[in-house]
């Protein structure tokens, strides 16, 4: 598949706009990548500053190499991140952050890539733009904004089929699963990090938010995944093609997206990095198997 630009699918202009998930982002994103965003940047600077003056130059100087060499191979790949599927694209970037799971390099680089990750965080909300973090400097710098996926794309997913939803503020059940929707985002999503920040800590003491809880993302999930059929049946009724052919999509893929983020728990964005790759690592082998098969010499003729 290639790294296009079509919108997703049922999310009205009148409500959300062209939406492309990987590239755009909703209001409902944005406001989660916020406060994220805000909570990550805490955590850094009580963190940092018990840093040794030295310690802090070399982390900043790694900072600086990590941001330079992101925008350039982001720029030589401009080309085939276009073509390319963009999970392959978003694998390819965001493999050089496994080295600090791996233990390869110095700590100083470690904090310099978590520097960049975190600028990645802060740039994204304010710049709109929904892709792969690693990729937000780049993409301002370049301006150029490739299709490239982030862990609140799920989010983003299940913003946009609520918003697909017709009618779906009057609707008890589409109110319910928002307003759930909403508290797994913060509870799930910003509030486990807070438990990282020093001045947190000391405060409130130790907490852990159970993972337990990323359940209730089930309560949207099954809410849009009946949406999904409901609105399947109705084209399948009356015979509607076209446009209106990809309005159950949107509301089925956003249920796929929260079924899947159950399982992470509170270890979010970080698995859903190391799925992300792995769907890159899956794409480009599927990829792969198909242009061999397309290189096979035909058999011999037959009468």
């Not at 290639?2 to 755009?24: E, H, I, K, L, M």
């Not at 390819?92 to 390099?105: A, E, Q």
């Not at 910003?190 to 159970?210: D, Q, T």
């Not at 209106?244 to 509301?251: A, I, K, L, N, Q």
């Amino acid at each position: 598949m290639a790294n296009d630009t079509r919108a997703v699918d049922g999310v009205r202009p009148g409500s959300a706009g062209r939406f492309t998930v990987g590239r755009d982002m909703l209001p409902g994103g944005l406001l989660i990548r916020l406060l994220h965003a805000a909570v990550a940047v805490w955590y850094r600077v009580s963190r940092d500053l018990e840093f040794s003056a030295g310690y802090f130059l070399r982390t900043v100087l790694w900072l600086a190499v990590v941001a330079a060499c992101y925008t350039v191979v982001y720029r030589l790949l401009g080309g085939a991140l276009e073509r390319l599927s963009p999970w392959v694209g978003s694998a390819l970037l965001l493999s050089p952050t496994l080295m600090y799971p791996m233990g390869l390099g110095p700590d100083a680089f470690h904090d310099g890539m978590g520097l960049y990750m975190l600028l990645g965080f802060v740039l994204a909300p304010l710049t709109r733009y929904g892709g792969a973090e690693v990729a937000v400097l780049p993409a301002l710098l370049t301006g150029r904004r490739h299709r490239l996926f982030s862990p609140f794309n799920v989010l983003d997913l299940a913003e946009a089929g609520l918003r697909s939803v017709p009618d779906g503020p009057r609707r008890p059940g589409w109110v319910l699963s928002a307003g759930v929707a909403a508290v797994y985002a913060v509870v799930l999503w910003v509030v486990p990090l807070l438990a990282f920040v020093g001045p947190v800590e000391r405060s409130v003491g130790a907490f852990e938010v159970p993972a337990v809880w990323a359940v209730a993302a089930l309560v949207p999930a099954g809410y849009l995944a009946l949406c999904a059929r409901r609105l399947r049946g109705a084209q399948r009724d009356k015979h509607e093609h076209g446009d209106g052919d990809g309005e159950w999509r949107t509301p089925a893929w956003a249920a796929l997206a929260l079924v899947v983020a159950v399982p992470v728990g509170t270890q979010v964005p970080d698995i859903l990095w190391g799925l992300i790759i792995l769907g890159g690592i899956a794409a480009a082998a599927i990829r792969g198997v198909r242009r061999l098969r397309g290189r096979r010499p035909a058999g011999p003729a037959t009468d």
